[in-house]
């Protein structure tokens, strides 16, 4: 099973570019059944899914996020990140990146970092 | 996209108790539906897949059922480390437009 971990600053300024890097070893980032995703988790609230990127790049977005996010992957470094751009407070929360495995449609999130919580505040 | 509704949002229960908790799709997925217990500081751990599968070291306590929009997961006999939040999540999607349920909290009565 894979391990993630991720990393990243833990306080972002309103309006700044939220910035988080999620290493995975264990195994390859270019395994073909596997997809990377980023789920994010406000305060004393639920699960919301944030984005997958295939090793390849292509990316799937949250529509409610879908302009200001970008997931991209470095397979030389085994690494895939997460950047949310024009933060507000509604954006803090716990960020967590996870695998995404499985075939067909039969996926789910099997490994997860460690989790960030990430403040927005001034 | 495809909204994921869970019932009850908490409840209380004794060790050795029975539990079950709904989850409804606002369409059918079939049976691309994933069970995830959540522990207080803890990332999510996946507990069932495609509804009724059981993740490799999961106690057999656990159980998933159903097919098209409605699914139960069933604790048999509650254990003291099951007191915990639990989502469910549609996988009809993938790889993209997931959606989580919006949790139900068991706790002890």
């Known amino acids: 099973q894979m391990q993630l971990h991720q990393s990243g600053p833990g306080l972002v300024k309103p309006s700044e570019t939220l910035s988080l890097t999620c290493t995975v070893s264990?195994?390859?980032?270019?395994?073909?059944?596997?997809?990377w995703g980023w789920i994010r988790q406000p305060p004393g609230k639920g699960l919301e899914w944030i984005g997958n990127?295939?090793?390849?790049?292509?990316?799937y977005y949250n529509p409610s996020l879908n302009s200001r996010v970008t997931i991209s992957v470095d397979t030389s470094k085994n690494q895939f990140s997460l950047k949310l751009s024009s933060v507000t407070a509604a954006d803090t929360a716990v960020y967590y990146c996870?695998?995404?495995?499985?075939?067909?449609?039969?996926?789910?999130?099997?490994?997860w970092g460690q989790g960030t919580l990430v403040t927005v505040s001034s | 996209d495809i909204q994921m509704t869970q019932s009850p949002s908490s409840l209380s229960a004794s060790v050795g108790d029975r539990v079950k908790i709904t989850c409804r799709a606002s369409?059918?997925?079939?049976?691309?539906l994933n069970w995830y217990q959540q522990k207080p500081g803890k990332a999510p751990k996946v507990l069932i897949y495609?509804?009724?599968s059981l993740q490799s070291g999961v106690p057999s306590r656990f159980s998933g059922s159903g097919s098209g929009t409605d699914f139960t997961l069933t604790i048999s006999s509650l254990q003291p480390e099951d007191f915990a939040t639990y989502y469910c999540?549609?996988?009809?999607?993938?790889?993209?437009?997931?959606?989580f349920g919006g949790g139900t909290k068991v706790e002890m009565k």
């Open positions: 264990g195994g390859s980032i270019s395994t073909t059944s596997y997809y």
């Open positions: 999540q549609q996988s009809h999607s993938t790889p993209g437009g997931l959606t």
């Open positions: 369409l059918s997925i079939s049976s691309y």
């Open positions: 996870a695998s995404l495995s499985g075939y067909y449609y039969v996926y789910h999130f099997d490994s």
């Open positions: 990127i295939y090793y390849r790049g292509t990316t």
């Open positions: 495609a509804a009724s």
